[in-house]
């Protein structure tokens, strides 16, 4: 369409041989037509693109699925310079205030769930042996930031990723289940200085359930035996690595000059916080980012949406946290002005799924 001039359009669908019944139909309408051009501000002719009343062009214009009628579409002016993915843009307080009103669910994504953590943590002996045989697959640079690198995570000799979620004792879980096996966390989209954040946090407690206290102390597991993994990495490492020229230029040894953040990490007055992500770029574009949203068994759309703009939002509700532990994110810092390498363990909501009437969302700062 956009190399196509108005003119030599309208010449095509004037010449075809396809629409000479609709232009003797639309020749019988023109009357008509004419009389609801002078009227237009107070019938309902609107654009069909905006929905617009204003500055319509009555572009005669005979457009055929091969399942429906030839139809005149009328066009306002702006035509060329909208964009059809608009056509049903909302805001952010509109899916805010649609995202507040509707979080219900009804059926169960259990299956999927119990399936993957049947083979990673249903039982103590199981998840042992998933820490046990933790480790890292290869260090490569970030896709979109050569300075910086990733350890990916692999257990079970590659053949699984690092699975861990609460569970009931010695069971599996239902829809019912999860109201007790979920935590509060908030998700604040933008930071002081308007930069997005992928991140869902949960404060540590005295109150925390009993499978959720099970949770926590694996998570803990798994964050020592990251640590682990990357002193050992830098005690053998050789010239080979990726990282090796950084961990020289910052004096790294294996038990020095670097810093871990793990999964859980303190806060202000050793608080401390559960920290886990979600993918926020789509990996095939279909849909808004790339970790799925739901409550239940429903798809929350609108909450995907929220989550993939730039603008601020304030979320916060019940989620069951089942995660997946995919990378080491390693970068330079300045603590306490010395130069540090920075090793970053990164958890991701396998899925994003909320507890049924839990959800308050606001596009306020608090």
Not at 21 to 34: A, F, I, Q, S, T
Not at 76 to 91: A, E
Not at 285 to 306: F, H, P, Q, S, W
Not at 351 to 358: E, G, V
Request: include cysteine.
């Amino acid at each position: 369409m956009d190399n196509i001039s108005m003119k030599a359009l309208d010449k095509f669908f004037k010449e075809s041989s396809l629409f000479s019944e609709d232009r003797l139909r639309e020749k019988n309408k023109l009357p008509v037509l004419d009389d609801e051009k002078k009227e237009i501000k107070k019938n309902s002719i609107c654009c069909k693109r905006c929905n617009n009343n204003k500055y319509i062009e009555l572009r005669r214009l005979q457009i055929r699925r091969c399942d429906e009628e030839a139809t005149i579409v009328y066009y306002c002016s702006n035509l060329l310079k909208f964009k059809m993915h608009k056509k049903n843009f909302k805001s952010s307080e509109q899916l805010v205030k649609s995202i507040n009103s509707s979080n219900k669910s009804s059926t169960s994504r259990m299956d999927y769930y119990n399936r993957i953590l049947s083979s990673s943590c249903s039982t103590d002996m199981i998840f042992q042996r998933m820490i046990s045989t933790i480790n890292f697959k290869e260090v490569v640079p970030l896709p979109k930031n050569n300075s910086m690198f990733r350890f990916v995570i692999k257990c079970f000799n590659n053949t699984n990723n690092v699975i861990l979620g609460p569970l009931k004792i010695s069971s599996g879980i239902t829809l019912t289940d999860l109201p007790s096996l979920s935590i509060p966390m908030s998700h604040y989209h933008l930071n002081k200085n308007n930069f997005v954040q992928d991140n869902f946090i949960h404060r540590i407690s005295e109150n925390e359930t009993e499978p959720m206290k099970k949770f926590i102390e694996r998570l803990r597991f798994i964050d020592s035996r990251m640590q682990m993994l990357i002193s050992d990495y830098i005690r053998h490492i050789d010239e080979s690595s990726p990282i090796y020229y950084m961990l020289k230029k910052n004096n790294v040894k294996f038990n020095q000059n670097w810093i871990f953040t793990g999964i859980i990490n303190k806060g202000n007055n050793n608080t401390e916080y559960i920290n886990i992500r979600y993918f926020k770029d789509s990996f095939k574009g279909k849909k808004k980012i790339g970790t799925n949203v739901y409550c239940g068994d429903d798809y929350l759309d609108e909450m995907a949406d929220l989550l993939s703009r730039d603008t601020f939002c304030y979320i916060n509700g019940n989620i069951y946290p089942l995660i997946k532990v995919n990378y080491i994110i390693i970068n330079e810092r300045i603590v306490n002005n010395i130069p540090m390498v920075n090793f970053t363990c990164k958890a991701y909501f396998v899925d994003i799924n909320f507890i049924p009437n839990s959800i308050h969302c606001s596009t306020k700062r608090l």
